[in-house]
């Protein structure tokens, strides 16, 4: 899988074409302890997850090549294909070349030029070295009633949650410069999740597939980011939080359940 050929971006295009979910659970290196990793893998096979993304704000220790070769050892997907690895890097001292993908971002919603193109720059003689999938993606930080690692490390303000418009016409500019993803984010331990109607608006008026992540902390949170336009909705905190996050989805019974996997 660990190509230059947009494959993994090709895969989320057609599940996009067909109408079908995406989930990913984002895993922060620093709270991950590789010794528990089997327990944590188990869980993330037992669960709905199509993808894992790796990173955070910010990341001291530097086990990302260790961690993501433990994944390679034990994740499988239902169809015994390895989950595909996609790095959701803070900076660029987070790119491993063991993974599969990157999500190469730039925050929108800022006006810091550090993080809309200078991060970018330093990244790119990187990159180029790697066989890393590189996928475009224009990153939106929405108020969400605490200040996030997101706003504390770039030093910008998100957008007014309220304001709806606003980020459609940033989730616009962002397709129109090129991005291949939108990624509408509260941020890492959120207080409040992006709203549904903010999700719904932009869904409908861009061409290209939307991520949602940040303050989702129930199994009918990603439902209704999902009911609301979301293409792939991002678990992080409340994984990390509770391992079992997804062992109700485990034991619902199909038939009165319509969460997550169902595909509308």
């Not at 199509?50 to 260790?66: A, K, M, R």
């Not at 108020?143 to 998100?158: F, I, L, Q």
């Not at 999740?193 to 949170?221: C, D, K, T, Y």
């Amino acid at each position: 899988m660990r190509k230059k050929d947009n494959i993994i971006y090709h895969q989320i295009l057609k599940a996009k074409s067909e109408k079908r979910k995406l989930l990913a659970i984002l895993l922060d290196p620093d709270k991950i302890v590789l010794d528990n990793i089997e327990i944590l893998i188990r869980k993330i096979n037992q669960s709905p997850a199509t993808h894992v993304f790796i990173g955070g704000s910010q990341v001291e220790n530097d086990n990302i090549d260790e961690l993501i070769f433990k994944l390679r050892q034990f994740t499988i997907f239902k169809s015994r294909e390895p989950l595909p690895i996609v790095l959701f890097p803070g900076n660029p001292s987070q790119i491993s070349d063991q993974a599969d993908a990157i999500l190469f971002l730039s925050l929108l919603s800022g006006r810091n030029p550090d993080y809309l193109i200078e991060q970018q720059v330093i990244a790119a003689p990187i990159l180029k070295k790697t066989q890393l999938e590189i996928i475009s993606t224009g990153y939106i930080l929405v108020e969400s009633g605490n200040e996030t690692a997101v706003a504390r490390v770039s030093k910008t303000k998100p957008l007014d949650r309220e304001n709806l418009y606003l980020a459609l016409a940033t989730a616009q500019a962002g397709e129109m410069l090129g991005s291949k993803l939108i990624y509408l984010e509260a941020g890492s331990g959120a207080n409040q999740a992006v709203p549904f109607e903010m999700i719904e608006l932009v869904s409908r008026n861009i061409g290209i597939p939307l991520i949602v992540g940040g303050g989702i902390v129930s199994l009918q949170g990603i439902q209704n980011a999902y009911d609301a336009g979301a293409d792939l909705v991002v678990i992080g905190t409340a994984f990390e939080n509770d391992i079992h996050f997804f062992d109700s989805y485990l034991n619902a019974k199909p038939s009165s359940s319509n969460l997550i996997i169902q595909n509308k």
